[in-house]
């Protein structure tokens, strides 16, 4: 349910040794993966977990299909990830889920303006199964319990159109809490290599899927990195939150003007203060405002890098602060979401997720 975060910050490549040696020791250019010995190295770095066979089958499969090296870094990238987001539980049970579930209904419904009153009535109907669709949000102890209420209620109710739209609104799900749209969309580009049982979307919900998508979106792309933290950055933000978290701080020295590093270089609408920044220093950039705004929109490539825009601002950025700047750095971004008690940042998410990593390397 939460996922307001994506970067990590970084250099340039590693050099020919760290390349050579260990085949993408940040995962910057991942290598088709290993056969026999790749499974070794996986099964070796899991940690002690219930059915660690099964677990390492999966993440070893996931590395396979998706043509990545299970180095022991790479390895263990994926098993900080997996431990920080669900402790190795493929459906994790999440604390205080149905208040959590009551709480976004009730919004909904104020949202939509439907009386409280009438929506906590329509959710005493029977749903399928016989018991009512409010006594199995009470009794929800997973994303998925409560998935399988909303779609239910979505399918069979019309009020259930009116409060989601159509839309399932647990968005992030498995052990890797992997959002829905990213798998969507990656399973549109590269077909997703196990029998579909329901939807792409319910796969998530499984250990093979939910490996296998969060390791798509932990390494499979390249960035300019050349630190773990940053991609466990782009894994709360976005991939290339990071790199563009790095651009924003140089068209800041560019410009002149302070802007939020937060990895976002278009907003989902209008015009955003990194464009207006931007066209300001169109004119000293030789490019003009609709150029600009086409390297903008390639930000979630890795595209934006051979952009003209991107070479001058730091190109020019480097001139006035007559020093190199770094091609990484983590988002400056406040987390929210429905699960979420306390107030977190895309920083404390990394962080807390390289230091499991280390630990990783170092057992």
């Known amino acids: 349910m939460t996922r307001p975060v994506r970067g990590m910050a970084g250099g340039l490549a590693m050099g020919a040794a760290c390349l050579a040696l260990l085949s993408g020791c940040a995962g910057e250019k991942p290598a088709p993966a290993a056969a026999g010995p790749g499974r070794a190295l996986v099964e070796r770095t899991l ?46 049970e999440v604390p205080g889920l149905p208040a959590i579930a009551w709480r976004e209904i009730d919004e909904r419904a104020a949202r939509a303006g439907v009386p409280q009153m009438v929506v906590h009535g329509v959710l005493k109907l029977e749903s399928p199964g016989g018991r ?158 609709a150029a600009a705004h086409d390297a903008l929109e390639q930000g979630k490539t890795a595209e934006f890098e051979e952009s ?6 730091f190109a020019l950025a480097e001139r006035n602060a007559k020093h190199s700047l770094p091609r990484a750095q983590v988002p400056a971004i406040q987390l929210h979401g429905p699960k979420l008690t306390r107030r977190l940042t895309t920083a404390w998410y990394a962080n807390r997720v390289n230091e499991r990593f280390e630990r990783c390397l170092n057992r």
Not at 68 to 74: A, E
Not at 75 to 82: D, F, G, N, T
Not at 308 to 313: K, P, W
């Open 132 to 289: 009512s669709y409010a006594d199995r949000i009470d009794h929800a102890r997973t994303e998925r319990d409560l998935s399988d209420v909303y779609e239910d209620f979505i399918g069979a109710v019309p009020m259930g159109r009116t409060l989601f739209a159509d839309r399932n609104p647990i968005r992030t799900r498995g052990p890797m809490q992997v959002h829905v749209n990213f798998a969507e969309q990656f399973s549109a580009r590269r077909p997703y290599p196990y029998p579909v049982q329901r939807s792409i979307a319910d796969e998530v919900f499984t250990r093979r899927g939910g490996v296998y998508f969060g390791i798509a979106h932990l390494l499979a792309y390249t960035a300019p990195y050349d630190r773990f933290l940053y991609r466990f950055a782009d894994f709360n933000a976005g991939q290339y939150a990071s790199r563009n978290a790095a651009f924003q701080r140089a068209v800041s020295a560019a410009a002149g003007v302070d802007l939020v590093a937060d990895g976002a270089l278009l907003p989902h609408d209008g015009t955003g203060q990194t464009e207006l920044a931007v066209r300001a220093l169109a004119p000293r950039l030789g490019l003009d405002e």
């Open 308 to 313: 003209l825009l991107y070479e001058r601002v």
């Open 47 to 92: 940690p002690a977990v219930p059915d660690r066979a099964g677990w390492a089958a999966d993440v070893y499969a996931g590395f396979k299909f998706l043509g990545i090296s299970p180095t022991r870094r790479n390895v263990c990238a994926v098993v900080a990830v997996i431990e920080q987001e669900s402790g190795f539980v493929a459906d994790p």
